[in-house]
């Protein structure tokens, strides 16, 4: 970690320094990511667990997805599922995993792509690591992040988005400290390709040991932070950060980090996901893999499932 990377940032398009009169974010929680498991066993951490729905809307969950070695045969990935009524998306740092879904989307992402996929009114889909990953085993690490629809658009047609690494848009902070993958939404007068229902900013940063970031954001957006791995700050009190910590940040016109001037050898940078959106402000209920408004659409949902109004598994199936 990280896939994409380059050898010199300063050759690239660099952020702006905040405005004097910039209002940094201060820090409202730093949450702890428990371990779990999803699909057919593979290690995720829980990096929205215990944050209150409030704070995270227009998002649902997210997951890191490893970081793990696998030995041969040991790669996994998640059985044919439904969704409905929201966005998913993966972001894959290391590592090889293919997509296939009812309504014909579907593909093979590795080392910094990401896969896109509005559920919209429903499909079938599974992700699975290839069979020669399977074999040989290896490296293993992303993310899944699911956000939310408006009301209006839960019922979309479904949508798939293959972002692939070389499309991300690649910037550096201001003294090129530290270096910035845009993959959807804007920061600092620049955009990411990914195209969104919901307006949300997505993007991966990594800090040189002692480097700071202030990263220009929406006032209308929230503000969250998620540590990949290293240690650091965050915000105007420094709140400290490591490995699976998630930062909730208030109202404000920058969101703030700093490197440790010390990391660990075998991780030499801060790494981290920084999101947030423009909130929905809708009541969400979400049970499993649909994520809808009342629990009468929620039982729709099951019924439709049921009964193979979302689709049916292809003949070509992975």
Do not use: C
Not at 99 to 112: E, P
Not at 299 to 309: E, P, S, T, Y
């Amino acid at each position: 970690m990280p896939a994409v990377t380059v050898a010199n940032p300063l050759a690239l398009p660099r952020l702006p320094e905040p405005a004097l009169d910039a209002r940094p974010r201060p820090v409202l929680a730093v949450t702890t990511a428990p371990s779990g498991v999803e699909g057919e066993g593979f290690p995720v951490r829980r990096a929205f667990a215990g944050v209150n729905q409030t704070y995270l809307d227009p998002f649902i969950m997210m997951d890191q997805m490893g970081e793990v070695e696998y030995a041969p045969g040991e790669p996994k990935g998640t059985p044919w599922h439904p969704h409905r009524g929201f966005e998913t998306v993966t972001y894959l740092l290391d590592g090889e995993f293919v997509h296939q879904d009812s309504a014909g989307g579907g593909g093979v992402i590795t080392d910094g792509d990401t896969q896109w996929m509005t559920a919209g009114s429903g499909l079938l889909h599974i992700e699975a690591p290839p069979e020669a990953l399977v074999t040989s085993g290896g490296l293993f690490h992303g993310i899944q992040l699911w956000v939310n629809l408006p009301s209006v658009q839960k019922m979309s047609d479904p949508r798939y988005q293959d972002i692939r690494a070389g499309d991300v848009k690649l910037l550096a902070s201001d003294d090129g400290g530290a270096l910035v993958r845009l993959i959807a939404g804007s920061v600092g007068g620049f955009d990411g390709p990914g195209i969104t229902h919901t307006p949300i900013t997505l993007l991966h940063a990594s800090l040189n040991p002692g480097a700071r970031l202030s990263l220009p954001w929406r006032k209308d957006y929230n503000a969250l932070v998620y540590v990949l791995s290293g240690s650091g700050t965050v915000g105007t009190d420094r709140r400290p950060i490591e490995t699976g910590r998630l930062a909730v940040l208030g109202a404000g016109d920058t969101i703030d980090l700093q490197a440790d001037a010390r990391q660990d050898s075998n991780k030499p940078n801060l790494e981290v996901i920084v999101l947030g959106g423009q909130p929905i402000g809708e009541e969400v209920a979400w049970y499993g893999p649909f994520v809808m408004n009342t629990h009468a659409e929620l039982a729709q949902a099951f019924d439709d499932f049921k009964a193979g109004r979302m689709g049916r598994i292809p003949a070509d199936r992975i």
